[in-house]
């Protein structure tokens, strides 16, 4: 990968590398105690969730979702990672949940001062519990929540916003939706960007959403970490390369 000389390839690397090595400064380590103090209070939570806004009669409590439904440490601070290496200035995530992975984008993201995080959760109850741990964060003006089912807020959210440097599309894991957010994105997309897909390998529809986006004539790079796929855009790159790489299941 090094052989490229791409500085956005470079950088990813370089954040593989941080994490599997666990190369970290003091304030990465104090970023990341209070991103696992605050998944810690929701796992302990017994508040009640239900689902009756997707029309599920199903009910559940925070401390289930937060187990079964946010990013493990290790993912989380490869995203950290990400943010903070490529200085990213504008940052979309698809798939809020309970604010996990949104803290450590926003712990990464605390000294940029004209940073802004945009993410998007159509649970109401997600969006309260995320929102409230952001602000203690970040100034309230450097993120939002939106609220909302992706079928009514995804067309809005991409006319209104352009050039996001990174990317992490982590809701609705379906082939459709995760290839049309690919698609609609990149004809937003104004700079090289580093975009993350979540659960890449998680049915047979999501294995042929990934192949489908790395084969995209805009991709320059990707790397397939198996759960998580990353794919580099950037268009002064020709000839587009692929590569393969363990970090953890
Ligand atoms: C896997 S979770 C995100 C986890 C989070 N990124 C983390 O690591 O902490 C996916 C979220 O997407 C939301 N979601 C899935 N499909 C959606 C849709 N069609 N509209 C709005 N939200 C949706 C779910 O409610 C869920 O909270």
Redesign the pocket.
């Known amino acids: 990968m090094q052989a490229t000389g791409n500085p956005t390839l470079l950088s990813v690397t370089e954040c593989l590398q941080q994490v599997i090595e666990d190369n970290f400064s003091p304030e990465d380590r104090e970023s990341f105690r209070r991103a696992e103090s605050y998944r810690k209070g929701l796992l302990d939570s017994t508040e009640v969730v239900d689902y009756s806004v997707f029309g599920l009669n199903q009910k559940s409590t925070v401390g289930k979702v937060c187990r079964q ?3 493990p440490a290790v993912w989380a601070r490869l995203i950290f990672a990400l943010v903070k290496h490529l200085s990213a200035a504008k940052v979309l ?1 698809i ?4 604010g ?2 949104g803290s450590y984008i926003l712990e990464a993201m605390r000294p940029v001062a004209a940073g802004q995080f945009i993410t ?4 109401p109850l ?1 969006v309260d519990i995320a929102s409230r741990q952001f602000a203690t964060i970040v100034p309230e003006e450097r993120f939002e929540v939106i609220l909302g ?3 009514d807020t995804f067309g809005p959210m991409v006319v209104n916003n352009e050039g996001f440097d990174l990317l992490f599309i ?3 894991h379906q082939k459709e939706p995760t290839q049309q957010y690919f698609r609609e994105l990149l004809s937003r997309s104004t700079r090289p960007s580093v975009w993350v897909f979540d659960d890449i390998n998680w049915t047979e529809g999501m294995v042929e959403a990934w192949d489908n986006i790395k084969q995209d004539v805009a991709v320059a790079y990707s790397l397939d970490l198996y759960k998580l796929g990353i794919v580099i855009v950037d268009p002064s790159v020709k000839a587009a390369k692929h590569f393969s790489y363990h970090l953890s299941y």
Do not use: P
Request: cysteine-free; proline content about 0%.
């Open positions: 439904a946010t990013s995530e798939g809020t949940n309970l996990v992975s998007m959760e159509g649970m997600y089912k992706y079928e982590d809701g609705n």
